[in-house]
């Protein structure tokens, strides 16, 4: 069952706020439902603004398709957030085919809310 503890987030808040300051973003880190870490990006050097859909100014970024998504420095950063978010206890064993779930935690990465949009920041 999947579980993240605030101590988790403690624990992971470090190599995710290296990362954050690597590529110049601010962004927020909580835990949602004691499984799912969430990064919620508020602003940044980097242009999401493709990546946005119906003029919206926010995105919510589906972590298993990230290489196919997004390009350069968007698809890079997100890819380094994603391994500190996961850590070295990050551990997967679902399997769809039998309903069975089992994994350390859930990621969830947010660019921009739907009523606060992210900023660009040069």
Avoid: C
């Amino acid at each position: 069952m999947a579980y993240v503890s605030k101590a988790d987030k403690a624990e992971l808040a470090p190599a995710i706020k290296a990362v954050l300051k690597k590529y110049k973003m601010k962004a927020s880190i909580a835990v949602r439902n004691h499984s799912t870490l969430v990064v919620n990006i508020k602003a940044g050097a980097i242009d999401f603004s493709d990546y946005f859909v119906h003029g919206d100014e926010y995105a919510d970024v589906n972590v298993y398709w990230i290489d196919q998504h997004y390009n350069g420095v968007a698809r890079d950063f997100l890819n380094e957030l994603l391994d500190a978010m996961k850590g070295t206890k990050y551990f997967n064993n679902d399997d769809a085919m039998t309903d069975y779930f089992s994994r350390s935690h859930y990621t969830d990465i947010h660019v921009g809310q739907w009523n606060k949009p992210y900023a660009l920041v040069a």
